[in-house]
Protein backbone atom coordinates (compact mmCIF):
# COMPACT_ATOMS: atom_id res chain seq x y z
CA UNK A 1 0.00 0.00 0.00
CA UNK A 2 1.02 3.70 -0.82
CA UNK A 3 1.45 6.45 1.83
CA UNK A 4 -0.87 8.56 0.31
CA UNK A 5 -2.93 10.60 2.72
CA UNK A 6 -4.49 13.45 0.06
CA UNK A 7 -6.60 13.33 -2.78
CA UNK A 8 -4.09 14.75 -4.93
CA UNK A 9 -0.83 13.60 -3.09
CA UNK A 10 1.41 12.04 -5.86
CA UNK A 11 3.79 9.03 -4.34
CA UNK A 12 7.22 9.45 -4.72
CA UNK A 13 9.46 6.58 -6.49
CA UNK A 14 12.65 6.13 -8.90
CA UNK A 15 12.26 7.21 -12.09
CA UNK A 16 11.84 3.64 -13.47
CA UNK A 17 9.01 2.76 -10.80
CA UNK A 18 7.25 6.02 -11.80
CA UNK A 19 7.44 5.22 -15.41
CA UNK A 20 6.15 1.66 -14.88
CA UNK A 21 3.26 3.23 -12.47
CA UNK A 22 2.45 5.65 -15.49
CA UNK A 23 2.44 2.71 -17.71
CA UNK A 24 0.18 0.44 -16.20
CA UNK A 25 -2.44 3.53 -16.02
CA UNK A 26 -2.15 4.30 -19.21
CA UNK A 27 -2.96 0.47 -19.80
CA UNK A 28 -5.98 0.29 -18.06
CA UNK A 29 -6.96 3.86 -19.47
CA UNK A 30 -6.31 3.10 -22.69
CA UNK A 31 -7.37 -0.24 -22.83
CA UNK A 32 -11.23 2.04 -22.95
CA UNK A 33 -9.83 3.01 -27.08
CA UNK A 34 -10.37 -0.58 -28.04
CA UNK A 35 -12.85 -1.35 -25.89
CA UNK A 36 -15.50 1.63 -27.49
CA UNK A 37 -13.63 2.92 -30.35
CA UNK A 38 -12.81 -0.10 -31.57
CA UNK A 39 -15.04 -2.19 -30.32
CA UNK A 40 -12.03 -5.12 -30.28
CA UNK A 41 -13.25 -6.59 -26.54
CA UNK A 42 -10.52 -8.98 -25.94
CA UNK A 43 -7.92 -6.37 -27.05
CA UNK A 44 -8.97 -4.09 -24.45
CA UNK A 45 -9.95 -6.79 -22.18
CA UNK A 46 -6.02 -7.88 -22.91
CA UNK A 47 -5.09 -4.19 -21.81
CA UNK A 48 -6.64 -4.10 -18.56
CA UNK A 49 -5.46 -7.46 -17.44
CA UNK A 50 -1.53 -6.69 -18.43
CA UNK A 51 -2.29 -3.24 -16.56
CA UNK A 52 -3.62 -4.66 -13.42
CA UNK A 53 -0.58 -7.44 -13.17
CA UNK A 54 1.65 -4.37 -13.73
CA UNK A 55 0.52 -2.26 -10.87
CA UNK A 56 0.39 -4.89 -8.71
CA UNK A 57 4.22 -5.60 -9.47
CA UNK A 58 5.17 -2.01 -9.20
CA UNK A 59 2.70 -0.25 -6.12
CA UNK A 60 -0.50 -2.01 -4.83
CA UNK A 61 -1.86 0.80 -3.92
CA UNK A 62 -2.72 2.37 -7.24
CA UNK A 63 -3.23 -1.46 -8.15
CA UNK A 64 -6.31 -1.16 -5.84
CA UNK A 65 -7.49 1.84 -7.64
CA UNK A 66 -6.84 0.74 -11.14
CA UNK A 67 -8.52 -2.48 -10.89
CA UNK A 68 -11.79 -0.79 -9.66
CA UNK A 69 -11.28 1.18 -12.79
CA UNK A 70 -10.67 -1.98 -14.87
CA UNK A 71 -13.91 -3.16 -13.73
CA UNK A 72 -15.77 -0.77 -14.40
CA UNK A 73 -14.65 -0.35 -17.83
CA UNK A 74 -15.63 -4.27 -18.65
CA UNK A 75 -18.72 -3.76 -16.97
CA UNK A 76 -19.57 -0.88 -19.34
CA UNK A 77 -18.31 -3.07 -22.15
CA UNK A 78 -21.19 -5.83 -21.57
CA UNK A 79 -23.59 -3.81 -23.85
CA UNK A 80 -23.72 -1.77 -26.85
CA UNK A 81 -23.07 2.18 -26.44
CA UNK A 82 -25.27 2.87 -29.08
CA UNK A 83 -28.01 4.83 -28.36
CA UNK A 84 -31.06 3.15 -27.92
CA UNK A 85 -35.05 4.66 -26.87
CA UNK A 86 -36.90 1.70 -26.03
CA UNK A 87 -38.02 0.64 -22.78
CA UNK A 88 -35.05 -2.35 -22.74
CA UNK A 89 -32.53 -0.19 -24.29
CA UNK A 90 -33.25 2.45 -21.51
CA UNK A 91 -33.37 0.19 -18.70
CA UNK A 92 -30.53 -1.26 -19.87
CA UNK A 93 -28.48 1.49 -19.88
CA UNK A 94 -29.74 2.59 -16.49
CA UNK A 95 -28.76 -0.83 -14.83
CA UNK A 96 -24.96 -1.08 -16.60
CA UNK A 97 -24.05 2.18 -16.01
CA UNK A 98 -25.07 2.37 -12.66
CA UNK A 99 -23.32 -0.70 -11.66
CA UNK A 100 -20.23 0.87 -13.25
CA UNK A 101 -20.73 3.87 -10.89
CA UNK A 102 -21.75 2.06 -7.61
CA UNK A 103 -19.16 -0.65 -7.46
CA UNK A 104 -16.07 1.68 -6.82
CA UNK A 105 -18.11 3.42 -4.82
CA UNK A 106 -19.22 0.80 -2.63
CA UNK A 107 -16.23 -1.26 -2.54
CA UNK A 108 -13.95 1.31 -1.24
CA UNK A 109 -16.68 2.98 1.11
CA UNK A 110 -18.06 -0.45 2.17
CA UNK A 111 -14.54 -2.46 2.02
CA UNK A 112 -11.64 -1.17 2.30
CA UNK A 113 -12.92 1.87 4.02
CA UNK A 114 -11.59 4.61 1.97
CA UNK A 115 -13.54 8.51 0.88
CA UNK A 116 -11.00 8.68 -2.41
CA UNK A 117 -14.35 8.92 -4.44
CA UNK A 118 -17.01 11.92 -3.16
CA UNK A 119 -20.07 13.83 -4.93
CA UNK A 120 -19.67 17.12 -3.56
CA UNK A 121 -22.49 18.67 -4.72
CA UNK A 122 -22.47 21.13 -1.95
CA UNK A 123 -19.94 23.76 -1.44
CA UNK A 124 -20.77 26.00 0.54
CA UNK A 125 -19.36 28.55 -1.99
CA UNK A 126 -20.86 31.17 -4.52
CA UNK A 127 -19.62 30.98 -8.30
CA UNK A 128 -17.84 33.53 -9.25
CA UNK A 129 -17.26 35.86 -11.89
CA UNK A 130 -15.12 33.58 -13.75
CA UNK A 131 -17.74 30.69 -13.58
CA UNK A 132 -20.44 32.73 -14.35
CA UNK A 133 -18.28 33.53 -17.53
CA UNK A 134 -17.13 29.95 -18.59
CA UNK A 135 -21.24 28.85 -18.87
CA UNK A 136 -21.64 31.33 -21.01
CA UNK A 137 -18.73 31.05 -22.95
CA UNK A 138 -19.59 27.44 -23.20
CA UNK A 139 -23.24 27.48 -23.68
CA UNK A 140 -22.11 29.99 -26.42
CA UNK A 141 -19.55 27.97 -28.67
CA UNK A 142 -22.23 25.34 -28.24
CA UNK A 143 -24.91 27.00 -30.05
CA UNK A 144 -22.32 27.97 -32.73
CA UNK A 145 -20.34 25.00 -33.20
CA UNK A 146 -22.43 21.78 -32.31
CA UNK A 147 -25.38 22.35 -35.23
CA UNK A 148 -22.64 22.19 -38.00
CA UNK A 149 -20.91 19.37 -36.22
CA UNK A 150 -24.40 17.13 -35.40
CA UNK A 151 -25.79 17.80 -38.73
CA UNK A 152 -22.90 18.63 -41.53
CA UNK A 153 -21.17 15.87 -40.49
CA UNK A 154 -24.31 13.36 -40.22
CA UNK A 155 -23.59 11.70 -36.70
CA UNK A 156 -27.43 13.16 -35.89
CA UNK A 157 -27.99 9.63 -37.36
CA UNK A 158 -25.95 7.75 -34.53
CA UNK A 159 -29.03 8.72 -32.52
CA UNK A 160 -32.67 6.97 -33.08
CA UNK A 161 -35.03 9.53 -35.28
CA UNK A 162 -37.34 11.24 -32.95
CA UNK A 163 -40.39 12.85 -34.09
CA UNK A 164 -43.16 12.24 -31.71
CA UNK A 165 -43.87 13.85 -28.60
CA UNK A 166 -42.88 10.35 -26.46
CA UNK A 167 -39.86 10.04 -28.24
CA UNK A 168 -38.44 13.53 -27.94
CA UNK A 169 -39.03 13.13 -24.02
CA UNK A 170 -37.31 9.83 -23.62
CA UNK A 171 -34.34 11.73 -25.82
CA UNK A 172 -34.33 14.62 -23.35
CA UNK A 173 -34.13 12.46 -20.03
CA UNK A 174 -31.83 10.09 -22.24
CA UNK A 175 -29.49 12.61 -23.06
CA UNK A 176 -29.53 14.82 -19.23
CA UNK A 177 -29.12 11.47 -17.52
CA UNK A 178 -26.26 10.06 -19.47
CA UNK A 179 -24.72 13.78 -19.25
CA UNK A 180 -25.33 13.85 -15.21
CA UNK A 181 -23.48 10.09 -15.35
CA UNK A 182 -20.48 11.05 -17.32
CA UNK A 183 -19.55 13.53 -14.51
CA UNK A 184 -19.97 11.51 -11.66
CA UNK A 185 -17.90 8.32 -13.06
CA UNK A 186 -15.47 10.21 -15.33
CA UNK A 187 -14.78 12.97 -13.13
CA UNK A 188 -15.27 11.98 -9.78
CA UNK A 189 -14.66 8.77 -10.05
CA UNK A 190 -12.37 7.87 -12.47
CA UNK A 191 -9.88 11.28 -12.19
CA UNK A 192 -10.41 11.23 -7.91
CA UNK A 193 -9.02 7.85 -8.23
CA UNK A 194 -5.99 9.01 -11.02
CA UNK A 195 -5.74 12.03 -9.08
CA UNK A 196 -4.28 9.79 -5.44
CA UNK A 197 -1.39 8.54 -7.77
CA UNK A 198 -0.36 11.02 -10.60
CA UNK A 199 -0.04 15.23 -10.76
CA UNK A 200 -3.73 17.03 -11.90
CA UNK A 201 -2.42 17.08 -15.84
CA UNK A 202 -1.54 13.38 -15.88
CA UNK A 203 -4.95 12.23 -14.05
CA UNK A 204 -6.53 14.44 -16.09
CA UNK A 205 -5.60 13.05 -19.97
CA UNK A 206 -5.82 9.37 -18.62
CA UNK A 207 -9.56 10.28 -17.28
CA UNK A 208 -10.23 12.37 -20.80
CA UNK A 209 -8.95 9.03 -22.89
CA UNK A 210 -11.75 7.39 -21.47
CA UNK A 211 -14.31 9.87 -21.23
CA UNK A 212 -13.69 10.53 -25.29
CA UNK A 213 -13.43 6.94 -25.72
CA UNK A 214 -17.13 6.60 -24.54
CA UNK A 215 -18.47 9.58 -26.50
CA UNK A 216 -17.20 7.74 -29.40
CA UNK A 217 -19.20 4.85 -29.38
CA UNK A 218 -21.99 6.47 -27.71
CA UNK A 219 -22.42 8.66 -31.31
CA UNK A 220 -19.94 11.44 -31.17
CA UNK A 221 -17.95 10.46 -34.47
CA UNK A 222 -16.48 11.83 -37.43
CA UNK A 223 -14.87 14.62 -36.42
CA UNK A 224 -16.38 14.57 -32.84
CA UNK A 225 -12.68 14.31 -30.94
CA UNK A 226 -12.29 17.91 -32.00
CA UNK A 227 -15.05 18.88 -29.72
CA UNK A 228 -14.71 16.13 -26.92
CA UNK A 229 -11.40 15.78 -26.07
CA UNK A 230 -11.41 19.69 -24.93
CA UNK A 231 -14.72 18.94 -22.91
CA UNK A 232 -13.38 16.13 -20.97
CA UNK A 233 -10.05 18.30 -20.28
CA UNK A 234 -11.99 21.10 -19.19
CA UNK A 235 -14.57 19.40 -17.00
CA UNK A 236 -11.43 17.93 -15.18
CA UNK A 237 -9.68 21.37 -15.18
CA UNK A 238 -12.70 22.89 -14.03
CA UNK A 239 -13.60 20.32 -11.55
CA UNK A 240 -10.31 20.19 -10.10
CA UNK A 241 -10.62 24.44 -9.88
CA UNK A 242 -14.31 24.35 -8.56
CA UNK A 243 -14.31 21.26 -6.33
CA UNK A 244 -18.01 21.51 -7.48
CA UNK A 245 -19.99 18.93 -8.50
CA UNK A 246 -23.01 21.06 -9.35
CA UNK A 247 -21.29 23.31 -11.46
CA UNK A 248 -19.63 20.68 -13.23
CA UNK A 249 -23.24 18.78 -14.04
CA UNK A 250 -24.69 22.30 -14.76
CA UNK A 251 -21.64 23.34 -17.39
CA UNK A 252 -22.31 19.90 -18.61
CA UNK A 253 -26.03 19.73 -19.14
CA UNK A 254 -26.07 23.05 -20.70
CA UNK A 255 -24.17 21.66 -23.07
CA UNK A 256 -26.39 18.48 -23.87
CA UNK A 257 -29.68 20.91 -23.56
CA UNK A 258 -28.32 22.19 -26.73
CA UNK A 259 -27.54 18.96 -27.94
CA UNK A 260 -30.82 17.83 -27.35
CA UNK A 261 -32.38 20.69 -29.37
CA UNK A 262 -30.06 19.92 -32.40
CA UNK A 263 -30.56 16.53 -32.33
CA UNK A 264 -34.67 17.12 -32.67
CA UNK A 265 -34.14 19.73 -35.15
CA UNK A 266 -32.34 17.30 -37.30
CA UNK A 267 -35.22 14.29 -37.75
CA UNK A 268 -37.78 17.49 -37.15
CA UNK A 269 -36.84 21.06 -38.51
CA UNK A 270 -39.43 22.56 -37.85
CA UNK A 271 -38.43 21.98 -33.83
CA UNK A 272 -36.31 24.29 -32.25
CA UNK A 273 -35.47 26.03 -35.62
CA UNK A 274 -32.80 28.39 -33.61
CA UNK A 275 -29.55 27.26 -35.04
CA UNK A 276 -28.54 29.94 -37.80
CA UNK A 277 -25.15 27.57 -38.52
CA UNK A 278 -27.18 24.73 -38.99
CA UNK A 279 -26.45 23.26 -42.62
CA UNK A 280 -29.35 23.72 -44.42
Sequence with gaps: MGTNTGPDEVPAGSPARSSLRLL?????????????????????????????????????????HLALVATSLVIISTMSL?????????????VV???ALAVPFLILRG?????VIAFPWRTGQRWSRFEYTYLL?????????????FIGSGVYRNWPTVTHPEDIARL??????VG????????????????????????NVLQAVVFVSFL???????WGPALTIPFALLQGYIFQRTRSLTYVVTVHLSFDLIIFMILVHAHTPTLFDVFFTAPE
Design 24 to 64: AAGLVCGAAIPLYGFLHRPVGYGMLVVGVALAWAVDRYLCR
Design 82 to 94: AADLSNAGMTRFA
Design 97 to 99: LSL
Design 111 to 115: VVKED
Design 137 to 149: VVVALGYLVLPPY
Design 172 to 177: FLGVNA
Design 180 to 203: LWDELFFICTVFALLRRHFSVGTA
Design 216 to 222: WELGYRS
